[in-house]
């Protein structure tokens, strides 16, 4: 991974740069090297996805402060960082036990009821998709119990036996000396490693643990109105819980791609439309795109570039809600280029034939400049 630029660099933000400046920074980029936008430009393509791969990185939290930490190396299978506690692959250990050595109990118990793990997956949408709601199919990995042994860890047709060191409780109590005397305090049990039991023929397809990671597949709603960087939880639907405890979620990270017309902000939605002069100067029934299609419009006469008109109720459907934002339209007038020498004739004419009288904002200017 050592030839991959920085991801801030890619994406042309700074490290300390917040969620909201990321995400602009990415809005830009992604529409600018959009494929729909560059057919056939495969340089363009290679930045649009290396655009996508560094904002997937730099919008997650928690991907974000592993990379902050280690660079590359947080995602690389072989470079080794991230794995273990706080980031050392070659430790395990229990900070119950550093506790266990200087007071009594704190020792930890894995027999006791655990919650499964939350489960993160991320989902990449259409615009369109983000704005009308949609079924995906999500595929995902969770950890689940072990068919073979249904759990137990041991080899189907045996029984995990319950610890002799610490007679199923997972813990055993010791003394030490220290210089107040002999201290009495409860820490895990070696034998067992807190479990309480012990598998004698480990289950060869789970090999002892009990659980597996699982191949998913589910169907799910996406809301209309949904919006980039927002998430689904779906309860239960993580990884299975361990002694009774319940399952964790699975978080639905949703990433919209970039529209070629319209900019969303919230649930309005922007999109600047080209005009020429005469449909500025004469008012003009132009047709202008609108999320259900495309729409008659009157282009008021005088009409001056950059002025905005409001569509309201025309924008995006709020999530669980009947509530839509606006549409909001600019009008960019556009200045005709390669005249003939005939357009040109015509073009003076009417310049002289306006005069200054014509030209308000042009004329106060000047007067200022004085």
């Given at each position: 991974m050592a030839d991959k630029r920085d991801f801030y660099e890619v994406l042309g933000v700074s490290k300390t740069a917040s969620d909201d400046e990321i995400k602009k920074a990415y809005r830009k980029l992604a529409k600018q090297y959009h494929p729909d936008m560059n057919p056939g430009d495969k340089e363009a393509e290679q930045k649009f996805k290396e655009i996508n791969e560094a904002y997937e990185v730099v919008s997650d939290p928690e991907k974000r402060a592993k990379y902050d930490q280690y660079g590359h190396a947080a995602f690389d299978p072989g470079a080794g960082a991230g794995q273990g506690f706080g980031g050392f692959g070659g430790f395990d250990f229990d900070i119950s036990d550093?506790?266990?050595?200087?007071?009594?109990g704190g020792a930890s118990r894995r027999n006791g009821p655990r919650r499964g793990d939350d489960v993160n997956v991320r989902v990449y949408l259409s615009f369109e998709e983000a704005v009308f709601g949609i079924k995906k199919e999500i595929s995902f990995n969770r950890v689940g119990k072990c068919t073979e042994c249904g759990g137990t860890g041991a080899e189907k047709g045996t029984e995990p036996k319950t610890c002799p060191n610490c007679r199923g409780s997972g813990t055993v109590r010791v003394q030490s000396r220290s210089p107040f005397g002999?201290?009495?305090s409860?820490?895990?049990?070696?034998?067992?490693?807190?479990?309480?039991?012990?598998?004698?023929k480990p289950c060869a397809a789970?090999?002892?643990?009990?659980?597996?990671?699982?191949?998913?597949?589910?169907?799910?709603?996406?809301?209309?109105?949904?919006?980039?960087?927002?998430?689904i939880a779906l309860r239960g639907q993580g990884s299975e819980g361990q002694n009774g405890g319940g399952p964790g979620n699975l978080n639905i990270i949703v990433s919209v791609r970039p529209h070629p017309i319209f900019e969303r902000d919230g649930y309005d939605v922007y999109c600047e439309v080209p005009i020429t002069f005469a449909e500025a100067a004469l008012g003009a029934e132009i047709?202008?795109?609108?999320?259900?299609?495309?729409?008659?419009?009157?282009?008021?006469?005088?009409t001056q570039t950059g002025t905005k008109f409001t569509l309201r109720?025309?924008?995006?459907?709020?999530?669980?809600?009947?509530?839509?934002?606006?549409?909001?339209?600019?009008?960019?007038?556009?200045?005709?280029?390669?005249?003939?020498?005939?357009?040109?004739?015509?073009?003076?004419?009417?310049?002289?034939?306006?005069?200054e009288s014509n030209y308000a904002k042009k004329t106060k200017f000047f007067k200022k400049n004085k």
């Open positions: 550093i506790f266990s050595s200087f007071f009594g002999m201290i009495q409860t820490k895990t049990c070696d034998t067992c490693r807190g479990t309480g039991k012990i598998v004698e789970c090999r002892g643990n009990g659980y597996v990671r699982v191949a998913k597949k589910l169907e799910v709603n996406i809301p209309a109105g949904i919006d980039d960087g927002q998430t047709e202008i795109p609108t999320l259900e299609g495309r729409e008659k419009f009157t282009i008021p006469e005088a109720g025309k924008g995006i459907k709020r999530v669980n809600s009947s509530g839509r934002g606006n549409l909001y339209v600019i009008v960019n007038i556009e200045v005709p280029k390669s005249l003939n020498s005939n357009q040109k004739e015509l073009l003076a004419k009417f310049a002289d034939a306006c005069g």
